[in-house]
């Protein structure tokens, strides 16, 4: 056990540092196979997916593209739902192998919204990859084409992913008790 307190709330270690980082490399293993000699553009959605993207990244030998874009605000414990804009996406995406780098799908409403603005770009191929699924709480269904963990509906903090805020720099991820 291995108990932490964010804000007012208290969580316990869900996946250990060494567990995400496994499962990271085995997505990237799956991910260098299907793109081989292709070059996809992956797309990491801010602020919660910058370790994930930074870690699967670096396990990468494929030649690949990198940009980070900011899609919605996230507030407290409950998503928000409402994906103003996305800020950052310069590239055009027209004939493009690309993927989406998330963090986490709960409700799966932030790409549902997200992707027709995607699509409308005409890539070549658009997929998803996301560390962590909650399967339990699906109410938009996605194609989610990476899966690193299918999780109970629970809320989690640590390895990019806040709770107001704080959280994002812890090496493991910890589930609300
Ligand atoms: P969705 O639109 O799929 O319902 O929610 C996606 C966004 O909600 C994620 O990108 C993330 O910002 C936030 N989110 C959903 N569940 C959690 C959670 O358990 N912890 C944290 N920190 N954020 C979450």
Redesign the pocket.
């Known amino acids: 056990m291995a108990i932490i307190k964010v804000h007012d709330k208290s969580f316990d270690i869900y996946l250990s540092e060494e567990t995400i980082l496994q499962r990271v490399k085995e997505l990237a293993a799956v991910i260098n196979k299907d793109y081989t000699g292709k070059r996809p553009l992956f797309i990491a ?1 801010l602020n ?1 997916s910058f370790m994930f993207a930074t870690d699967l990244f670096k396990q990468l030998t494929i030649e690949a593209e990198l940009c980070f874009i900011k899609l919605a605000s ?1 507030k407290g ?1 409950k ?1 928000s ?1 409402n994906v103003v804009t996305s800020i950052g996406l310069e590239d055009d995406l027209f004939g493009r192998d690309v993927i989406i780098v ?10 549902h919204n997200f992707l027709p603005k995607l699509v409308h770009q005409q890539p070549k191929s658009l997929k998803i990859a996301a560390l962590l699924h ?1 399967s339990e ?1 699906t ?2 269904p996605l194609e989610i084409n990476y899966i690193g963990f299918d999780i109970p509906n ?4 640590g390895y990019g ?3 107001d805020g704080l ?1 994002r720099n812890l090496k493991e991820i910890y589930q609300v008790i």
């Open positions: 959605i919660g996230y414990m998503s739902g998330e963090d986490i799908v709960d409700t799966g409403k932030t790409l909650k709480a109410e938009y629970k809320f989690v903090v992913l806040d709770y959280g």
